[in-house]
Every structure is written in structure tokens, then in C-alpha cells.
């Protein structure tokens, strides 16, 4: 009777565990066994590489503190941009526990992670995500090295991949800052850029193209380079250097054009029959003279006057003025110190009409 009774009560305590087990999620003795958790550290050797550089991804896997052999794990990416995890490839971990990846060569920011899916007694876990910057370059080939102010100049160049499809700035420096111009140049498909843009003031102007950077490239700029603006100076607007029987004026009529600027030589600036000039500094900056001449429209009828243009003493043109005709003279004043706007003896007041020589400076 006894026996009977405890194989009962066996039975029962049976029944009893086994309800416990399914209750809390258990199919059995077996399944009821608690995996040991892993932890996956990673670090990468460079956070940062230059262009079409790769570098190392390390990571260590772990359980309980005790580095963990012989197990796979695998490195995926995902560059900015991508929302999905891309398996790069995959390893053994050795007898640290520790795994070593290679980036290949990204070509734009990529992230990356190791993933161990668990294996036998041994949970599966995920590394934290490490961000590999690869730094981009802005190469200039061609440009525009000379260039009228107002007029636009142009820029060409290539870049590293990861700046395909972007857009670049102009940068011009200005008293040792760079300051952003408001032309933004496009880079193609292909990595190639080719645009225009114009500068205002004259002289040496430093010039860099920028990107600014965004999620996937950091900011970056191109070397600088130095672009020659020329920029037409009204001889009016400087210092004569020698001046005989001449003066200046605004709003002077001339064959019937009203000049806004005016340098009268000879006859009637005091009285009529004599020469005159009026001479100015090119310091060698000069490439152009441009400018009209004739009689002031206040001469008298069937007034003449023989006119010259000379640079260093050696004219550049003359001719005859006549009242009623403004001539355009277009000279090529290259290499000059100075230049000299006059008239022969027995010539008549004679204008010269918004005079003015491009330089790549003030002269």
C-alpha cells in the first residue's frame, strides 16, 4: 500500500514540473537551458582615410568576460545613403576572441558593424556601429587665368567619387578670408565640373572651389589659385603726371555725343592755336586704351586738330580730328609706362571722350 502511494506522489511531482515548465515557456528539460550571452567590441584603425585608402576593423567577442574561439562572425556595411546593412564578408575569430576586417575602399562615409548569430550554447549579439569618414578631394585642371571685371571667367577639374552629383562654391579671398561668390559650379556623373562665373574687382584675385559637406563627405576645398582681373580704368579718375594746355570736364558734348567724362587738350582751354596734352601713369599694368576723340561740339565751324596717342614717346596713333565726328581708337598700350592723350600746334579744343586704359591694377 505504501509503495503504491509514493509511485502517486512521483507521478504527481512530475505532472506538477512539467506544467511549471510549459507555463513559464519551456518545452522540457532541454529547452529550458538559458544560452550564454556574447558581447562583440569593435574599433576601427582609422576613423578617418584619404581617398581610395582602406583600413582595419577589429572586433572581439566575449562571454561572461572570457574571449570566445572559433566562432564567425561578419562585418557589414552601409554607406550614407543606404538604408540596409550589406554584408562585407565574414571570419573566424581567434584564440583571443578577436577578428580583424578589412574596409576595402569606400567611396563615400560608410558604417560599419559585426553581427554574430549565435551558434550551440552561445547567444548572438551586434556590435556597436563604428562611422569611417573617407575624406574627398576638389582638383582644379583648367581656368580662366585672365579676365575683364563684370565679365565671367571660367573653371574646370575633376573630383574623387564620393563628390559625383554634388555642388561646388566659389570662394574668392578677400583681406586673407575666403568669402563664398554667389556662383555654384555642378559636378557630374562622372566626377568632371566646367563652369563660368565673374569677378567685379581688379587685380590678383585668389579663387578655391568648396563643398560643405554633408552625411556622406566631409566639407573639403580645392588648392587655390590666382586669376588676373582687368578692369578699365577712366583716365579722368587718376592723377596726370604732365599736363600742358589740357583740363578735365564731364558731360561734354563731342560729334554729338555727350561724354561723361572729358580731358580737353590744346586750343580752347585758354585760347585757340596751341598745343596740349595730358600724360598718365601706366606702370607697365596696361593692356588697352579705349576712348573717342574729336572738336567739342562748341568749336567754331571747320574746326580741325591733329591729334596722337604715345606711350613712352612713341605714338600709338594720330590723326585729324573734324567738328562733328567722334573717332574710336582701340589701342594696345601692352608693356607701357606711360601714355599721352594730346594735340599738335595750330589744333583746335579738342575732346577725348570717356578715355580709359584696362589694367590688371590701378596704375
Same mark, same amino acid.
Given at each position: 500500500m505504501k509503495l503504491i502511494f509514493r509511485r502517486r506522489w512521483q507521478l504527481v511531482l512530475a505532472s506538477s514540473a512539467a506544467a511549471l515548465a510549459l507555463l513559464l515557456g519551456g518545452a522540457g528539460p532541454a529547452a529550458a537551458a538559458t544560452k550564454a550571452p556574447t558581447t562583440l567590441g569593435i574599433y576601427l584603425s582609422q576613423s578617418t582615410v584619404a581617398p581610395n585608402k582602406s583600413t582595419t576593423v577589429v572586433g572581439a567577442l566575449r562571454s561572461y568576460?572570457?574571449?570566445?574561439?572559433?566562432?564567425?562572425?561578419?562585418?557589414?556595411?552601409?554607406?550614407?545613403?543606404?538604408?540596409?546593412?550589406?554584408?562585407?564578408?565574414?571570419?573566424? *575569430?581567434?584564440?583571443?576572441?578577436?577578428?580583424?576586417?578589412?574596409?576595402?575602399?569606400?567611396?563615400?562615409?560608410?558604417?560599419?558593424?559585426?553581427?554574430?548569430?549565435?551558434?550551440?550554447?552561445?547567444?548572438?549579439?551586434?556590435?556597436?556601429?563604428?562611422?569611417?569618414?573617407?575624406?574627398?578631394?576638389? *582638383?582644379?585642371?583648367?581656368?580662366?587665368?585672365?579676365?575683364?571685371?563684370?565679365?565671367?571667367?571660367?573653371?574646370?577639374?575633376?573630383?574623387?567619387? =564620393?563628390?559625383?552629383?554634388?555642388?561646388?562654391?566659389?570662394?574668392?579671398?578677400?583681406?586673407?578670408?575666403?568669402?563664398?561668390?554667389?556662383?555654384?559650379?555642378?559636378?557630374?556623373?562622372?566626377?568632371?565640373?566646367? =563652369?563660368?562665373?565673374?569677378?567685379?574687382?581688379?587685380?590678383?584675385?585668389?579663387?578655391?572651389?568648396?563643398?560643405?559637406?554633408?552625411?556622406?563627405?566631409?566639407?573639403?576645398?580645392?588648392?587655390?589659385?590666382?586669376?588676373?582681373?582687368y578692369k578699365w580704368y577712366y583716365l579722368n579718375d587718376l592723377e596726370w603726371v604732365d599736363v600742358d594746355d589740357s583740363h578735365t570736364s564731364t558731360w561734354t558734348s563731342i560729334g554729338g555725343t555727350s561724354f561723361q567724362r572729358v580731358i580737353k587738350t590744346g586750343g580752347s582751354t585758354s585760347w585757340g592755336g596751341y598745343a596740349g596734352w595730358a600724360e598718365y601713369n601706366l606702370s607697365y599694368k596696361c593692356t588697352s586704351f579705349l576712348g573717342y576723340v574729336g572738336i567739342l561740339d562748341s568749336a567754331a565751324s571747320g574746326s580741325t586738330s591733329n591729334f596722337f596717342v604715345s606711350v613712352d614717346g612713341l605714338d600709338r596713333a594720330n590723326g585729324t580730328a573734324s567738328l562733328g565726328q567722334a573717332q574710336r581708337l582701340e589701342l594696345d598700350v601692352s608693356g607701357g609706362f606711360r601714355i599721352r592723350l594730346g594735340i599738335t600746334s595750330n589744333g583746335q579744343s579738342t575732346g577725348w571722350g570717356n578715355a580709359k586704359v584696362l589694367c590688371s591694377n590701378q596704375p
Open positions: 568576460g572570457a574571449p570566445v574561439r572559433g566562432q564567425t562572425v561578419q562585418l557589414e556595411m552601409r554607406p550614407a545613403g543606404q538604408s540596409t546593412w550589406t554584408l562585407k564578408s565574414k571570419a573566424q *575569430t581567434n584564440s583571443e576572441g578577436k577578428v580583424a576586417f578589412n574596409t576595402g575602399v569606400p567611396v563615400r562615409n560608410t558604417s560599419f558593424r559585426i553581427v554574430y548569430t549565435g551558434a550551440g550554447s552561445l547567444a548572438g549579439s551586434t556590435s556597436l556601429v563604428k562611422l569611417l569618414t573617407v575624406n574627398q578631394t576638389i *582638383t582644379i585642371g583648367s581656368f580662366g587665368a585672365n579676365v575683364q571685371a563684370g565679365q565671367k571667367t571660367w573653371v574646370s577639374g575633376w573630383t574623387t567619387p =564620393g563628390l559625383r552629383n554634388k555642388t561646388l562654391s566659389v570662394q574668392i579671398q578677400r583681406d586673407g578670408s575666403w568669402m563664398d561668390n554667389s556662383a555654384t559650379i555642378a559636378v557630374g556623373a562622372d566626377g568632371r565640373f566646367s =563652369g563660368r562665373f565673374a569677378l567685379n574687382e581688379g587685380g590678383a584675385q585668389n579663387i578655391r572651389l568648396r563643398f560643405s559637406g554633408d552625411s556622406s563627405a566631409p566639407a573639403t576645398v580645392s588648392g587655390a589659385k590666382t586669376v588676373t582681373v
